[in-house]
């Protein structure tokens, strides 16, 4: 019976019902119990699947495990365990019962005329908690928790809602459907960073093997620290960050060689010599990944002690570092290179608005860091010529203002845009430049590296991106392969116009993920047919293994590094969850205080057209809402194929693109969802 169940599944490609089996089978009602355990066992042994009420045969090649490393509404992803694949898209229909962190299968399938996948969530595999995070929201008849990993902002019913408020974050029992922990209304201090940290299951606290281990670490170097290493204290190095960065990985020095080059000197902190393999200490950086950033809280991957003392580059302070000397030609080639574990003694602590400042000739910087000026006149020379060749070489450079968000007290006032300046860059080519030489020179001798990868787009994504580039007059080479420098080009046909963020937004979202991998796929963004991360084991684990790699080369001798290959699995995991989390805390953070702004008017600009209306971005807030198709005033038709809004009278255009004024009619922080309407 059995084998003849299977057999008629088999036959029957697009799947058959119970009762449509029951009648091919000829079998009478009272079978039927018998024909489902069958099905179960053809189940249980995984050579059937159950999709809704149809069984179909399993495929094995259309079915991959893999673990949803993100949640967005209305959709989401899948990580196949396979490196090559990329991530597959999973619409929230699909997705089933599967949370952020569960390990599933997914039954894919291409799209029609693409490469990439598509999946349905057939199985969770394993979950990575036990506890739902939500809001709950008060029902006429009960309360219900929606749920903020679902991608479909499932409504979970509870039986008890004693002491619970409309609006509080909770943590729900997925086996009871109780809740277990209130942890809030979002508006109360710290409820908000907490959830954040909960949702995305972020370390909080450091095991006491780890704090045990740090607090034996002596502060100050000892004699045996000094061996082997080459004495760069004469050096004058500086380090360049932000106002508030306390762990300061790498510093720079430069000097004029007689032949004209450069001598860059890029050192940075030697946390291999305190972080063995193996260790707690190394077991918790490992399993961190990275480094966490929050508004007034980072999370870091490395105790205290550590980051933000022992192994930090601080300012007139011996520190063991890893040095990268590069001379450097004034084409920006770099004509030979040195590696050597060093000691070093930063002359000043430097910011990057003081470095600017001295660049724009504020007397007072200049008279406080007067020694300093010649050499960062150079740096500024260095980094210039740095950049223009990686610019002709075609690499993308997108300089984009970020959220930065402004408070009275505890409360959010306001957001204001921050971008790079010319002390950002020279940190940024000073980086680059000594990842590249590392990469370079350690895939020259042989050696498996974790590489930094940035594959090229997609197919489809590239055909999406002409669509949209198509009406605003921006063309690209034909063909379904484009070169970074192809994309260049168009981003440069965009400079000056009012669409300038929009095409590079659109440019920017055509591209893959940056990963590490044990496989050197080159670096697309970077225009890097080699290339690693080194230059900041503070606050990423896959630099630190990179440093234990170079380090046991020089030394000529064998030294544990770990399984690369899942060091790179579960880095460019920890990677995008960090990213994911710190994205969400701002983006929640502006919703809320966008609440009291309700009526307002803001500068927009079309990021995209549907038959529901317009999404539009706020440009100085950095987030985006909906503008309704009903509420446009006019007759508008929607034009499917070039995707814009028509006037039928007017002949009226509203494209991806275009400036906007709006009002902002309604609100909803939780779940990241705005209204607004046509100003004026």
């Known amino acids: 019976m059995l084998r003849k169940v299977f057999s008629l599944i088999a036959k029957n490609r697009g799947g058959v019902t119970l009762h449509g089996l029951a009648k091919m089978l000829r079998l009478p009602r009272k079978d039927l119990s018998a024909l489902e355990e069958n099905l179960k066992e053809l189940e249980n042994r995984g050579a059937?699947?159950?999709l809704k009420n149809r069984y179909?045969?399993?495929?094995?090649?259309?079915?991959?495990?893999?673990?949803?490393?993100?949640?967005?509404?209305?959709?989401?992803?899948?990580?196949?365990?396979?490196?090559?694949?990329?991530?597959?898209?999973?619409?929230?229909?699909?997705?089933?019962?599967?949370?952020?962190?569960?390990?599933?299968?997914?039954?894919?399938?291409?799209?029609?005329?693409?490469?990439?996948?598509?999946?349905?969530?057939?199985?969770?595999?394993?979950?990575?908690?036990?506890?739902?995070?939500?809001?709950?929201?008060?029902?006429?008849?009960?309360?219900?928790?929606?749920?903020?990993?679902?991608?479909?902002?499932?409504?979970?019913?509870?039986?008890?809602?004693?002491?619970?408020?409309?609006?509080?974050?909770?943590?729900?029992?997925?086996?009871?459907?109780?809740?277990?922990?209130?942890?809030?209304?979002?508006?109360?201090?710290?409820?908000?960073?907490?959830?954040?940290?909960?949702?995305?299951?972020?370390?909080?606290?450091?095991?006491?093997?780890?704090?045990?281990?740090?607090?034996?670490?002596?502060?100050?170097?000892?004699?045996?620290?000094?061996?082997?290493?080459?004495?760069?204290?004469?050096?004058?190095?500086?380090?360049?960050?932000?106002?508030?960065?306390?762990?300061?990985?790498?510093?720079?020095?430069?000097?004029?060689?007689?032949?004209?080059?450069?001598?860059?000197?890029?050192?940075?902190?030697?946390?291999?010599?305190?972080v063995k393999p193996g260790s707690a200490l190394d077991l918790e950086a490992f399993e961190r990944g990275t480094s966490v950033y929050f508004p007034g809280l980072t999370l870091p991957m490395l105790p205290e002690k550590l980051s933000n003392n022992v192994c930090s580059l601080i300012p007139k302070e011996d520190k063991l570092a890893v040095s990268v000397l590069l001379e450097i030609d004034r084409q920006g080639k770099a004509v030979r290179t040195r590696f050597?574990?060093?000691?070093?003694?930063?002359?000043?602590?430097?910011?990057?608005?003081?470095?600017?400042?001295?660049?724009?000739?504020?007397?007072?910087?200049?008279?406080?860091?007067?020694?300093?000026?010649?050499?960062?006149?150079?740096?500024?020379?260095?980094?210039?010529?740095?950049?223009?060749?990686?610019?002709?070489?075609?690499?993308?450079?997108?300089?984009?203002?970020?959220?930065?968000?402004?408070?009275?007290?505890?409360?959010?006032?306001?957001?204001?845009?921050?971008?790079?300046?010319?002390?950002?860059?020279?940190?940024?080519?000073?980086?680059?430049?000594?990842?590249?030489?590392?990469?370079?020179f350690l895939s020259q001798q042989g050696e498996a590296l974790i590489y930094r990868i940035h594959p090229p787009p997609a197919k489809e994504d590239l055909i999406k991106l002409r669509e949209v580039l198509a009406p605003l007059s921006i063309s690209l080479p034909p063909g379904g392969k484009l070169k970074a420098r192809d994309l260049q080009a168009a981003m440069l046909q965009a400079q000056g116009r009012q669409e300038e963020r929009f095409i590079a937004l659109q440019i920017l979202k055509s591209l893959r993920l940056a990963a590490y991998s044990t496989e050197n796929r080159g670096h697309y963004g970077l225009a890097k047919e080699v290339y690693t991360h080194f230059t900041s084991p503070i606050r990423r684990y896959p630099d630190l293994a990179v440093h234990r790699i170079l380090k046991t080369l020089l030394a000529a001798r064998k030294t544990a590094t770990g399984e690369l290959s899942s060091i790179a699995r579960h880095c460019s995991e920890r990677e995008r969850k960090a990213d994911d989390a710190e994205r969400e805390l701002t983006e929640w953070r502006i919703f809320r205080m966008l609440r009291t702004r309700l009526g307002d008017e803001f500068r927009g600009i079309v990021t995209d057209v549907s038959g529901a209306g317009l999404n539009v971005e706020l440009v100085d807030l950095f987030v985006e809402g909906i503008l309704p198709f009903e509420d446009l005033a006019g007759d508008y038709h929607f034009h499917r194929f070039k995707k814009v809004l028509v006037g039928r009278a007017t002949g009226h255009i509203l494209s991806p693109g275009m400036p906007l004024k709006v009002v902002l009619a309604s609100v909803d922080p939780f779940l990241k969802r705005m209204i607004f309407s046509l100003a004026g």
């Open 48 to 50: 059937v699947l159950r």
């Open 56 to 274: 179909i045969v399993r495929q094995r090649s259309s079915i991959v495990a893999g673990k949803v490393v993100s949640v967005h509404r209305g959709f989401g992803f899948v990580r196949p365990e396979d490196d090559l694949m990329d991530d597959v898209f999973v619409p929230s229909r699909h997705f089933g019962e599967a949370r952020l962190g569960d390990f599933v299968e997914v039954l894919i399938k291409k799209k029609k005329g693409q490469n990439r996948y598509e999946g349905r969530v057939i199985r969770v595999l394993a979950r990575e908690r036990k506890d739902v995070i939500g809001v709950y929201r008060e029902r006429r008849a009960r309360g219900a928790v929606l749920a903020w990993d679902s991608p479909a902002f499932e409504e979970i019913p509870l039986k008890k809602t004693a002491g619970l408020m409309d609006g509080m974050i909770v943590k729900l029992d997925r086996g009871t459907l109780e809740v277990n922990e209130i942890l809030g209304l979002p508006d109360e201090p710290g409820v908000d960073i907490r959830t954040i940290i909960e949702r995305f299951d972020l370390p909080f606290r450091f095991s006491a093997g780890s704090l045990a281990e740090a607090e034996e670490i002596p502060e100050t170097l000892r004699d045996e620290d000094w061996r082997d290493r080459a004495d760069y204290r004469h050096w004058k190095t500086v380090t360049i960050d932000g106002p508030d960065a306390q762990d300061f990985d790498d510093a720079v020095g430069i000097e004029l060689q007689e032949n004209g080059n450069f001598l860059l000197g890029v050192h940075i902190a030697d946390v291999a010599h305190y």
């Open 340 to 440: 050597q574990p060093s000691i070093i003694r930063t002359a000043e602590r430097l910011t990057y608005e003081a470095v600017c400042g001295l660049f724009d000739g504020d007397e007072r910087l200049k008279k406080k860091y007067a020694s300093l000026i010649p050499d960062m006149i150079l740096m500024r020379d260095l980094a210039r010529i740095l950049s223009t060749k990686r610019n002709s070489e075609g690499s993308l450079d997108f300089d984009f203002a970020e959220p930065k968000l402004v408070y009275e007290g505890p409360s959010l006032l306001n957001v204001v845009p921050a971008r790079r300046n010319e002390a950002h860059q020279i940190i940024e080519e000073f980086m680059i430049a000594a990842n590249e030489a590392v990469a370079s």
